[in-house]
């Protein structure tokens, strides 16, 4: 009986590894896994319309690899004719170089024009800045004009009032010292004259000296001198002229101890006009003067000499 049980189960052993070892070469297979995404309705083309799926069709065998087709032959093009290219070509052009030229015309007219315009325009400023210009230009000389009559007026003015103000201060001063500068040294007089007044009568340039009390104060012959100390030899000589000039004209005298003049020069001072000629002939007259001779003076002296120009 054992012998029959061992048997059966080698015989059952050997049959189940056959089966297996038949299934490992002949039956097993790997199952294709099944592709993940979302579930769609089943059918067999891309297009269709309606709701309800129809019947099912018989079951279609295992589809092999799909068979690459050859890409179908190109087709060559063949050109349009050239005689209905050239026509289009024509309609299409011919208006837009008409328009074109037209435009262009246009366009250099109104240039044309705005550049008229603009010379004309700057021609009138170019004439209106000249007008004015000129204007100004105008108004600008007759204000200089105006400025410098007012200016020489002025200096006009105070050139009188400074020369009434030496006027006035010489007579002040020679009022104020005429007892000691035009006086004698030992004289206690207070009034000298024969009008019937008090003070010293005569003139502020004239010569203590003198007795001619009357006319311009510059001695007899229109002159007069001031020399501390000295007197006169002889007369005063007078200048010669020809002009129609009058003024007063001091010259400035050096005198040495012997009484000779050794220098003469214009002096502004007292001088009432500076006319080249009156000065030359008053000053040639004044180096012609004659003092007394004083050997205790100084070896150079300074005094003055005047003289009065009148008209003929």
Same mark, same amino acid.
């Given at each position: 009986?054992?012998?029959? !049980? ?18 490992? =070469? =002949?039956? *097993?297979? @790997?199952?294709?896994? /099944? %592709? ?14 309606? /709701? ?20 179908? $032959? &190109? ?13 289009? @070509?024509?309609?299409?052009?011919? +208006? $837009? ?19 008229? /315009? ?8 170019? %004439? ?22 007012? &200016? ?13 103000? %030496? ?14 500068? =035009? ?10 004259? %024969?009008? #019937? ?21 510059? #001695?007899?012959?229109?002159?007069? =001198?001031?020399?501390?100390?000295? !007197?006169?030899? #002889? ?28 220098? +003469?020069?214009?002096? *502004? ?26 050997p205790n003076a100084t070896a150079f002296q300074k005094g003055t000499i005047t003289y009065h120009f009148e008209l003929n």
């Amino acid at each position: 009986m054992e012998h029959y !049980s061992r048997r059966g189960v080698i015989g059952s052993v050997l049959f189940h590894v056959l089966i297996l070892l038949l299934l490992i =070469f =002949f039956g *097993l297979k @790997t199952i294709p896994q /099944e %592709e993940e995404g979302v579930l769609v309705n089943l059918g067999n083309v891309q297009t269709g319309l309606g /709701e309800t799926e129809p019947p099912k069709a018989a079951a279609k065998p295992t589809p092999s690899e799909p068979k690459v087709s050859p890409p179908p $032959p &190109l087709v060559k093009e063949e050109p349009a004719p050239k005689a209905e290219e050239t026509v289009k @070509t024509q309609d299409f052009d011919e +208006a $837009p170089e008409v328009k074109s030229a037209e435009q262009k015309k246009k366009e250099k007219e109104e240039k044309l024009k705005k550049q008229r /315009e603009d010379e004309a325009r700057k021609k009138r400023e170019e %004439e209106e800045r000249r007008i004015k210009e000129k204007a100004d230009r105008k108004a600008k000389a007759e204000a200089q004009a105006k400025r410098q009559a007012e &200016l020489e007026r002025q200096q006009k003015i105070e050139a009188e009032r400074k020369k009434q103000e %030496e006027q006035q201060r010489i007579a002040d001063e020679a009022r104020s010292k005429v007892g000691s500068a =035009f006086g004698k040294s030992n004289s206690n007089s207070t009034s000298e004259g %024969e009008a #019937g007044g008090q003070g010293n009568q005569g003139y502020v340039t004239g010569d203590a000296n003198s007795k001619n009390r009357t006319g311009s104060g510059l #001695g007899n012959s229109g002159s007069g =001198f001031s020399l501390t100390g000295r !007197s006169l030899v #002889g007369s005063l000589p007078q200048p010669g002229y020809s002009i129609q000039e009058e003024g007063i004209i001091v010259v400035q005298v050096t005198v040495d101890k012997y009484g000779k003049v050794v220098a +003469a020069e214009y002096q *502004l001072k007292g001088s009432t006009t500076q006319n080249s000629t009156l000065k030359k002939a008053a000053i040639e007259a004044a180096k012609k003067a004659r003092f007394n001779s004083d050997p205790n003076a100084t070896a150079f002296q300074k005094g003055t000499i005047t003289y009065h120009f009148e008209l003929n």
